[in-house]
């Protein structure tokens, strides 16, 4: 089902630490997960995905992990920089004919210098 | 490359107006776009896809006869929010499939965002 974002949950972290932003998706039979990074005032950006047959994707700086078992995805930021101040969203897709996106609740970075 | 463009970025109406906004994929063709609702400090919720030549699929919940959706060429969809009340004042944001993107076929490209507020 779609999951419905009420509140914002706040991760804050000094510039220059990792990063870790966690997801709880839906949907057993989603199989391709998205981060997307959204700026105030801004359409959300794609930052990196990951299958259903992976665990482990690595960007630039990124690296998701996905624990099918327990439905759970996470979004680790390395050595993060106060232009990494966003809201991040995890999005989840099934039914792949449609490629529908269903977005998590999100989580806000708040980066302190 | 891989462009989705709105417009307008933002617009103030009165209640009972009708308010159209514009999606546009820049430089490729989009046979499907997405239109989501975003109020503050909260998620994307997909309203409908936008099918081009056909009608829209809307999501349960979703008034298709006050959200009207064209979707008349391979690179512009349109939202109309017809007889506009407070109520639907939040953030409009559409989406199409980018083949440049990720590693899959369902990376969406978002455009800016379109504001609409409702006196």
């Known amino acids: 089902g779609e999951s419905v974002g009420l509140h914002l949950p706040t991760l804050s972290v000094q510039e220059g630490d990792n990063s870790i932003i966690n997801c709880a998706y839906s949907n057993s039979a989603s199989d391709y997960f998205i981060w997307y990074k959204q700026e105030s005032g801004k359409g959300p950006q794609f930052i990196i995905d990951i299958r259903s047959n992976m665990d482990k994707r690595q960007g630039q700086r990124v690296t998701v992990l996905l624990n099918k078992t327990v439905k759970h995805l996470s979004l680790q930021i390395a050595a993060t920089q106060p232009g990494d101040s966003a809201v991040y969203f995890c999005a989840e897709t099934y039914g792949g004919a449609t490629n529908k996106l269903i977005f998590g609740t999100g989580t806000l970075l708040a980066v302190q210098p | 490359g891989a462009v989705v463009s709105q417009h307008p970025s933002w617009v103030i109406c009165k209640s009972g107006t009708s308010v159209k906004i514009e999606c546009r994929s820049l430089?490729?063709?989009?046979?499907?776009m997405f239109w989501y609702r975003q109020f503050p400090k909260q998620s994307l919720m997909l309203m409908a896809t936008s099918n081009e030549g056909s009608k829209a699929t809307y999501e349960q919940g979703v008034e298709k006869d006050k959200f009207l959706i064209n979707h008349a060429s391979l690179t512009l969809s349109t939202l109309t929010v017809t007889s506009a009340h407070p109520e639907d004042s939040s953030f409009y944001i559409c989406s199409a499939n980018n083949p440049l993107l990720g590693s899959g076929a369902n990376v969406l490209t978002f455009g800016a965002g379109s504001r609409l507020t409702v006196l």
């Open positions: 430089d490729f063709q989009a046979t499907t």
